[in-house]
């Protein structure tokens, strides 16, 4: 092995495209796509699709609304010939769908692929011959004239075959194969040589496909590539310019989307990427980028999971968790910081009320593709005090005051390390009906019943009721400007206890005669500990004086020891 592998390769040579226009465009609209699923990404299945599979794999494509699509290589076999065949003549094909085929450029495998496709309203015959150097010399041992003379040749016999079936509306493709490893000006030769076979016309034109069959250089250099051949190819409004790029350097996406902006009509790939070596380009991340700069992509993916869910069985393989997009964790944050900024952003979004997405960390609305908010935060131990909250509200529509938070924070992290794993909803609300206890028995104080009164119009009020410390009940009555502050002095007077208000709030849950009240109380002890009751109750009274009690059993021992003292010395 050499000491330094990398004197074995030589860079790929750039383009001679000084005035290049690509880099100052942007794609405003959608290019046409083909998707290869059936073909090319059959190919590169371990166990291809059987009949049902592609079927249902057809009915997806169709669904999210593929107009062109490549169902398969008649030539490969008799289950696939008869899986093509069957499908033209069963009427499952909309009419707004083109079936295309693929043919190696030999005149048995055309005439197969031809027969294939018998009976088809309109249909696309793709022929491919490789052309760069390395398969020349090494592959094939021809020289460049004889390459063309098989471009040539195979076009030859796709135009008689189609001659000899005129009930379809034939159109012809035609693959350069490997033109992202060839000489420019040789691929440009042979594709005027296959146009003067075919003689395109602006209503009927040839697609000529640029397919980066090995990624060789950064996708800068492809789009160059595409760009040239836009400029030379002669009868270009008579030519559709495809493009199908590979992701041997992992830069399918880019290079699909610098040759779009280069001048290409239409992409050819596959959903989530499947493909041969490292696969083809990803039709899903590729429209939905659209998507997200306010381009239609004019594909469907509001039923994300459902997408997922047939890909992955028809193709045995799995979406990745963080696939762009489609993953199923590629909407969740796990960092405290990552959940506050979403947090605040959802917040943000239901304030502005307009239609403008602007959430941080968040790309496209998570609801745009079927998914839930409420699993764009989920909860490890090491989320922050914002996940919790944001969980917690989406799961039981309790709004913690920020304070509060922190506060919480700190036990589900605690109990997030000692189980070592994701923390659900129901774990995140046991660890909360633990520590506050909102139906309000998690202590030695609980409410019996209570009632409240004024001495006179805008005078303090009264407050008189009866509590329960310890098991024992007590009549309690105090006077304040307002129902908290005389239940406090109730509790201060008869029983003890010594807690200051620092800090209050309620919101409703629901709507309606079903909504309930939640009430937050924060309160200081006299040696300076801040503690927190929280209460759900139909009655936000109610909920306000739980709420309290409920701080009150989180003050602990100090505070029931001066009630009970209180207690024993009125007893």
Same mark, same amino acid.
């Given at each position: 092995?050499?000491?330094?592998?990398?004197?074995?390769?030589?860079?790929?040579?750039?383009?001679?495209?000084?005035?290049?226009?690509?880099?100052?465009?942007?794609?405003?609209?959608?290019?046409?796509?083909?998707?290869?699923?059936?073909?090319?990404?059959?190919?590169?299945?371990?166990?291809?699709?059987?009949?049902?599979?592609?079927?249902?794999?057809?009915?997806?494509?169709?669904?999210?609304?593929? &107009?062109?699509?490549?169902?398969?290589?008649?030539?490969?076999?008799?289950?696939?010939?008869?899986?093509?065949?069957?499908?033209?003549?069963?009427?499952?094909?909309?009419?707004?769908?083109?079936?295309?085929?693929?043919?190696?450029?030999?005149?048995?495998?055309?005439?197969?692929?031809?027969?294939?496709?018998?009976?088809?309203?309109?249909?696309?015959?793709?022929?491919?011959?490789?052309?760069?150097?390395?398969?020349?010399?090494?592959?094939?041992?021809?020289?460049?004239?004889? *390459?063309?003379?098989?471009?040539?040749?195979?076009?030859?016999?796709?135009?008689?075959?189609?001659?000899?079936?005129?009930?379809?509306?034939?159109?012809?493709?035609?693959?350069?194969?490997?033109?992202?490893?060839?000489?420019?000006?040789?691929?440009?030769?042979?594709?005027?040589?296959?146009?003067?076979?075919?003689?395109?016309?602006?209503?009927?034109?040839?697609?000529?496909?640029?397919?980066?069959?090995?990624?060789?250089?950064?996708?800068? *250099?492809?789009?160059?590539?595409?760009?040239?051949?836009?400029?030379?190819?002669?009868?270009?409004?008579?030519?559709?310019?495809?493009?199908?790029? /590979?992701?041997?350097?992992?830069?399918?996406?880019?290079?699909?989307?610098?040759?779009?902006?280069? =001048?290409?009509?239409?992409?050819?790939?596959?959903?989530?990427?499947?493909?041969?070596?490292?696969?083809?380009?990803?039709?899903?991340?590729?429209?939905?980028?659209?998507?997200?700069?306010? *381009?239609?992509? =004019?594909?469907?993916?509001?039923?994300?999971?459902?997408?997922?869910?047939?890909?992955?069985?028809?193709?045995?393989?799995?979406?990745?968790?963080? /696939?762009?997009?489609?993953?199923?964790?590629?909407?969740?944050?796990?960092?405290?910081?990552?959940?506050?900024?979403? &947090?605040?952003?959802?917040?943000?979004?239901?304030?502005?009320?307009?239609?403008?997405?602007?959430?941080?960390?968040?790309?496209?609305?998570?609801?745009?593709?079927?998914?839930?908010?409420?699993?764009?935060?989920?909860?490890?131990?090491?989320?922050?005090?914002?996940?919790?909250?944001?969980?917690?509200?989406?799961?039981? =529509?309790?709004?913690?005051?920020?304070?509060?938070?922190?506060?919480?924070?700190? /036990?589900?992290?605690?109990?997030?390390?000692?189980?070592?794993?994701?923390?659900?909803?129901?774990?995140?609300?046991?660890?909360?009906?633990?520590?506050?206890?909102?139906?309000?028995?998690?202590?030695?104080?609980?409410?019996?019943?209570?009632?409240?009164?004024?001495?006179?119009?805008?005078?303090?009020?009264?407050?008189?009721?009866?509590?329960?410390?310890?098991?024992?009940?007590?009549?309690?009555?105090?006077?304040?400007?307002?129902?908290?502050?005389?239940?406090?002095?109730?509790?201060?007077?008869?029983?003890?206890?010594?807690?200051?208000?620092?800090?209050?709030?309620? /919101?409703?849950?629901?709507?309606?005669?079903?909504?309930?009240?939640?009430?937050?109380?924060?309160?200081?002890?006299?040696?300076?500990?801040?503690?927190?009751?929280?209460?759900?109750?139909?009655?936000?009274?109610?909920?306000?004086? &739980?709420?309290?009690?409920?701080?009150?059993?989180?003050? =602990?021992?100090?505070?029931?020891?001066?009630?009970? &003292?209180?207690?024993?010395?009125?007893?």
């Amino acid at each position: 092995m050499l000491r330094d592998p990398s004197i074995k390769y030589r860079p790929f040579p750039i383009v001679d495209l000084p005035d290049r226009q690509w880099p100052s465009r942007t794609i405003d609209r959608a290019p046409r796509w083909l998707s290869t699923d059936m073909r090319d990404g059959n190919q590169a299945l371990i166990d291809p699709m059987n009949a049902e599979k592609k079927q249902r794999f057809f009915d997806l494509l169709v669904k999210i609304g593929l &107009k062109e699509i490549e169902i398969g290589f008649p030539s490969a076999g008799a289950t696939e010939f008869d899986f093509i065949s069957g499908l033209v003549r069963s009427g499952a094909v909309p009419d707004d769908v083109t079936v295309q085929v693929l043919t190696q450029a030999r005149a048995d495998l055309i005439a197969r692929s031809f027969e294939s496709l018998e009976g088809a309203r309109t249909a696309v015959v793709h022929m491919y011959n490789a052309v760069s150097p390395a398969w020349r010399q090494i592959v094939f041992g021809m020289d460049r004239p004889q *390459v063309k003379a098989i471009a040539v040749e195979g076009m030859s016999r796709m135009r008689e075959q189609a001659e000899r079936r005129p009930d379809t509306a034939w159109r012809f493709e035609y693959s350069p194969e490997t033109f992202s490893t060839a000489e420019l000006d040789f691929s440009l030769e042979v594709c005027e040589a296959v146009m003067d076979v075919i003689e395109p016309t602006p209503d009927k034109p040839l697609i000529i496909n640029l397919p980066a069959t090995v990624e060789a250089a950064t996708p800068n *250099v492809y789009a160059d590539q595409v760009e040239w051949f836009c400029r030379h190819i002669s009868r270009r409004d008579r030519v559709i310019v495809s493009v199908h790029p /590979h992701n041997d350097r992992g830069t399918g996406v880019a290079a699909a989307e610098l040759s779009v902006m280069a =001048g290409a009509d239409r992409v050819e790939g596959c959903l989530f990427g499947n493909g041969e070596r490292t696969g083809n380009v990803d039709l899903v991340t590729l429209a939905l980028n659209l998507y997200t700069q306010g *381009v239609d992509p =004019g594909l469907d993916f509001s039923d994300m999971d459902g997408v997922i869910q047939t890909v992955e069985h028809c193709n045995a393989l799995p979406v990745h968790p963080r /696939h762009p997009y489609a993953g199923e964790l590629v909407f969740t944050a796990f960092s405290g910081s990552h959940q506050d900024a979403i &947090k605040k952003g959802f917040a943000a979004q239901a304030q502005r009320n307009d239609q403008i997405w602007n959430v941080p960390y968040l790309p496209i609305d998570p609801a745009d593709l079927g998914r839930s908010y409420e699993a764009v935060i989920r909860v490890n131990s090491q989320s922050g005090k914002g996940g919790f909250a944001w969980v917690l509200e989406q799961d039981k =529509g309790l709004k913690l005051p920020k304070r509060m938070q922190a506060d919480f924070s700190r /036990h589900v992290q605690a109990y997030a390390d000692a189980a070592g794993r994701e923390l659900t909803a129901e774990d995140i609300w046991t660890v909360f009906d633990g520590v506050y206890a909102p139906g309000g028995d998690n202590g030695p104080f609980a409410l019996i019943d209570y009632e409240e009164g004024r001495s006179a119009p805008g005078r303090e009020r009264r407050f008189s009721g009866r509590i329960r410390l310890n098991g024992q009940e007590r009549r309690i009555t105090g006077r304040g400007n307002g129902f908290l502050s005389s239940a406090l002095d109730a509790l201060r007077e008869d029983c003890g206890l010594d807690l200051d208000i620092a800090d209050y709030h309620e /919101h409703a849950i629901g709507h309606g005669g079903a909504a309930q009240a939640a009430a937050y109380v924060e309160c200081r002890t006299p040696d300076g500990a801040t503690v927190f009751g929280v209460a759900i109750d139909p009655d936000v009274a109610t909920a306000s004086l &739980k709420a309290l009690l409920g701080a009150a059993n989180r003050a =602990g021992g100090v505070a029931v020891q001066a009630a009970e &003292k209180t207690l024993t010395t009125a007893g």
